[in-house]
């Protein structure tokens, strides 16, 4: 049976993010907020088929990389040529304007920073980074850290969710969990090959193909 019918039959909310029903896993900061788990019957709209009406997909493109040259802005390039063809499309270099880090004390449900506002108005977001000790560099994972702060906000509708990792030494791997595990509990949705890795080798000349059809991927995932 799947679990929307078991909602119908017994009443009962499922969560959408355990699938477990309703079962306290949830962060502690989350229950004192007097934030719930979503129900199944009351999943937000946004994804696909429930918006016929096509309107113009935005996408937020996020470069963490300092370098105007490098392996991250190709990626950077890539996804933003496809993007400008079926919709609009806004770059943000977290170098241009460096997210504080997290204090620990984001307060929920309020919109304080200019990277808050540009994610809730988008309706894609695109993340290029390179790799830095196995992991994100640290100023993404600010970003990632600052927009926890709207994450009430973002459970009002789905978002779609691309990647692309410059790993030449490795490590592409800890990008990837470090970026679609928050996002994802922030109602991102990864995309069909949304995760994209290149190592500056020719064997990962694949993504080029990926990235320049991620935007229309993006598009069909959210329903617009
Ligand atoms: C602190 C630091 C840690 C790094 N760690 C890695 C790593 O784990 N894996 C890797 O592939 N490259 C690593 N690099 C090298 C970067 O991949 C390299 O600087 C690359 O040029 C960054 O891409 P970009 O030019 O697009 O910014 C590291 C660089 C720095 C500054």
């Not at 004192?32 to 937020?60: C, D, E």
């Not at 079926?86 to 770059?91: A, F, M, N, R």
């Not at 926890?148 to 459970?155: A, K, N």
């Not at 509990?185 to 000349?205: A, E, K, Q, S």
Request: charged share 20%.
């Amino acid at each position: 049976m799947r679990l929307a019918s078991v909602a119908a039959v017994t009443g009962r909310g499922v969560c959408v993010m355990c699938k477990f029903g309703i079962v306290s896993h949830d962060s502690t900061r989350r229950w004192r907020s007097g934030q719930t788990h979503l129900a199944v019957n009351q999943a937000p709209s946004g994804y696909a088929g429930s918006n016929p009406a096509r309107r113009t997909m935005k996408y937020l493109v996020i470069n963490a990389s300092p370098h105007e040259n490098g392996g991250t802005s190709k990626f950077v390039h890539a996804f933003t040529e496809a993007a400008k063809k079926v919709g609009e499309v806004k770059v943000l270099n977290l170098h241009d304007s460096p997210p504080a880090y997290s204090r620990g004390d984001n307060a929920p449900s309020m919109i304080e920073t200019m990277y808050q506002r540009e994610v809730l108005a988008c309706d894609a977001l695109f993340i290029a980074t390179p790799t830095y000790w196995f992991n994100t560099p640290s100023i993404l994972k600010a970003f990632v850290e600052e927009i926890d702060g709207i994450e009430s906000m973002l459970w009002q509708r789905a978002r779609a969710l691309g990647i692309a990792v410059y790993a030449p030494q490795g490590g592409e791997l800890g990008v990837a969990s470090a970026l679609t595990f928050p996002l994802n509990h922030m109602n991102f949705v990864l995309v069909d090959v949304g995760y994209i890795f290149h190592r500056g080798i020719p064997i990962d000349d694949w993504a080029w193909e990926d990235l320049a059809l991620m935007p229309e991927r993006m598009r069909r995932v959210i329903g617009r």
